[in-house]
């Protein structure tokens, strides 16, 4: 008989004695488990018969104890791990699951060697692996890239060495990568009107390439640009280094926000205070410093609950010069007037500004820039008292007379129509361009300081203004209103404004006006006119008046002083120019240069309420232009 003691687990076939008959010996017959160590007791009874009598049997007993162990030996384990794993940058420290279906003796101890092959700086915690096949690592702050490890697995502990180096399973390698985050280095424009809907541009690195998403293609998507806590419309991807979006809505100073959502994770970078929402920008003049020119931003939109006062803002540019005309175009303010110098860049009478820095449109003008008007939404019309506008540096200079076209790389000539005079007053209506000014000839077209122009060629209006100056033009229905200092239109006497009928090719004056009409702005179906008179005809009015329903009226009790430019944002009507006091039903009110009148409904311009207090820094001196941001 063969009875185990211990150590039974270590058999997958139970040790027996089988006795080889006709011998005096037998046979031990076992089988060990795979990979199983250790030692197993068992004893074997031997029972001997002597004599043949069965009367009287007596057997004779023998019993031995074995031990059989199972030794490990050195063999030669194996193991697999990825060839590709992946992190984002500033992940942190990461823990995968890496060395898999490890075979190896119970007994062994082994260990994982990891070599890195990686550019210097990449790991903030070198890639390491536990006897478990976990591995641990962490880029550092800031890092991305690839590496290459090496890793071999090595034992310490083993009955018979199969190697001289212990090493039992040859090295493998993975590659692991680490994708960069989005980098904002620039945005174009940093300023943009509350409503939104101008072109954003922002500039980069990391937006979509096969270094930054592991993938290569024409376009990439899942990126979201952010301004504020508001998502961008129509998200566009130009390149590894640009995209685009169309501003949302906002107020205020707003950080900017680029998220890539790929490779399993969000990636993002900020910008802060990229945009700066303003409703619209002003002109004025520091007359009491240096006569230099201060553009201005606002109304400062960061409170808006009752008892807000509207703050404008001064920017930090400094212009050598009187600013005359603003205009918003292709989503960047162009600052015009009588000035060469713009933050020390010779800048020639006009420059674009990005919210930085001053551009020039080619090398600028030769004289003074009046106005500004957008014309087919990609042309630039200037209007002055210059004769030649300047190219590139070496692109020469073009004979404009007071009239000419930037399309963002070159000037030309409007039309074909060289203005022998000075062009003051712009307006576009569709396709027509309305131009005012002094001068008698646009083109081959004999006029007085009046003319338009469609794709059909320019034109006049009957025999036009004269007498004067025209500062201001405005077009509602079919009626092109003239404000400025002339005393006759057509055949019509008048003093200071005059309206175009064109459907029956007439002139009417509009009223006679003490002073000159310097700006017109149309608000619902009132024209409101403003400008250095005091009355209208009898009817006192004090530097503005609305016309409505055939008649002209007073707004509230005025100003006290000119008002030279007039711009309507949202449902308040701004007014810019050399006064110091409103006059509301209230009583006078102290206010420097600037005003607004604000109205019950936005596109109606009923229901006025008063003139309100607009908060602006104590430099600069009467305001001359404004324009919507």
């Known amino acids: 008989d063969l009875i185990i003691i211990s150590g039974s687990e270590i058999f997958l076939q139970l040790p027996r004695i089988d006795v080889v008959n006709g011998t005096n010996y037998g046979t031990l017959s076992l089988a060990i488990k795979p990979y199983a160590v250790g030692s197993s007791s068992f004893s074997v ?3 001997v018969i002597t004599g043949f009598d069965v009367y009287a049997v007596s057997p004779v007993s023998f019993s031995e104890t074995f031990t059989i162990t199972v030794m490990s030996i050195a063999r030669a384990p194996t193991f697999s791990i990825p060839s590709f794993l992946s992190t984002l940058e500033d992940s942190g420290p990461q823990t995968r699951e890496f060395a898999t279906n490890l075979v190896f003796g119970t007994n062994q101890k082994i260990t994982f060697q990891v070599e890195v092959d990686a550019g210097l700086g990449l790991f903030a915690a070198s890639p390491q692996v536990d006897s478990d096949g976990i591995l641990t690592f962490a880029s550092a702050p800031g890092e991305h890239g690839s590496a290459t490890l ?29 994708f960069p985050s989005p980098r904002i280095l620039s945005v174009d424009p940093i300023v943009g009107p509350l409503q939104g809907g101008v072109l954003l541009t922002v500039h980069g690195l990391y937006f979509g390439s096969l270094y930054s998403r592991n993938y290569d293609a024409e376009t990439y998507s899942q990126f979201v640009i952010t301004v504020g806590e508001r998502e961008c419309l129509e998200n566009v991807y130009v390149s590894d280094t640009e995209v685009h979006c169309l501003l949302p809505a906002g107020t205020g100073v707003a950080d900017l926000s680029v998220a890539v959502d790929d490779l399993g994770g969000l990636r993002s970078a900020t910008l802060s205070d990229a945009v700066s929402y303003f409703s619209l920008y002003y002109g004025t003049v520091r007359k009491e410093i240096d006569s230099a020119g201060v553009l201005g931003m606002g109304p400062d939109p960061l409170t808006l609950e009752d008892g807000y006062i509207p703050q404008l803002l001064h920017v930090p540019l400094h212009i050598e010069g009187s600013i005359l005309a603003i205009l918003r175009f292709r989503s960047k303010p162009f600052v015009a007037g009588a000035f060469l110098y713009a933050n020390g860049v010779r800048v020639n009478h006009i420059f674009e500004w990005d919210g930085l820095t001053p551009s020039t449109l080619g090398r600028g003008l030769d004289g003074t820039v009046h106005a500004l008007a957008a014309y087919r939404g990609s042309e630039l019309i200037v209007g002055g008292s210059f004769a030649r506008a300047f190219q590139t540096l ?46 008698s000839k646009v083109g081959h077209l004999q006029t007085s300081d009046l003319a338009f122009y469609n794709q059909s060629g320019w034109y006049s209006a009957g025999t036009g203004i004269s007498g004067g100056t025209i500062a201001a033009l405005t077009v509602r229905n079919e009626f092109l209103y003239v404000g400025g200092t002339f005393s006759r239109a057509g055949d019509q006497r008048t003093n200071g404004m005059a309206v175009w009928e064109s459907s029956n090719s007439e002139w009417r004056s509009m009223g006679e006006f003490d002073g000159a009409v310097c700006d017109l702005a149309p608000w619902g179906p009132t024209l409101y006119a403003a400008g250095t008179f005091t009355a209208i005809g009898n009817l006192t009015v004090n530097g503005i008046a609305r016309f409505h329903s055939g008649y002209w009226m007073p707004v509230l009790g005025g100003v006290q002083g000119g008002v030279y430019a007039l711009e309507l944002a949202s449902s308040c009507l701004y007014l810019g120019g050399s006064f110091t006091q409103v006059l509301n039903p209230s009583g006078p009110m102290e206010v420097a240069y600037v005003t607004r009148i604000c109205a019950e409904s936005s ?27």
């Open 45 to 47: 009874q031997l029972e």
């Open 150 to 178: 090496t890793v071999s697995l090595f034992s310490d502990d083993f009955a018979l060495v199969v190697s001289d180096d212990n090493s039992w399973a040859p090295p493998l390698q993975c590659i692991i990568k680490v």
């Open 394 to 439: 070496r692109g020469g200079f073009l004979g404009t007379g007071g009239l000419t076209s930037w399309n963002g790389t070159h000037w030309s000539i409007v039309g074909d129509g060289v203005v022998d005079g000075t062009v003051t007053a712009l307006h576009v209506s569709g396709d027509t361009l309305y131009i005012g000014g002094r001068f």
């Open 603 to 629: 596109t109606a311009g009923e229901g006025l309420l008063e003139f309100e207090f607009v908060n602006r820094t104590s430099e600069g001196g009467a305001v001359r232009a404004i324009a919507l941001a």
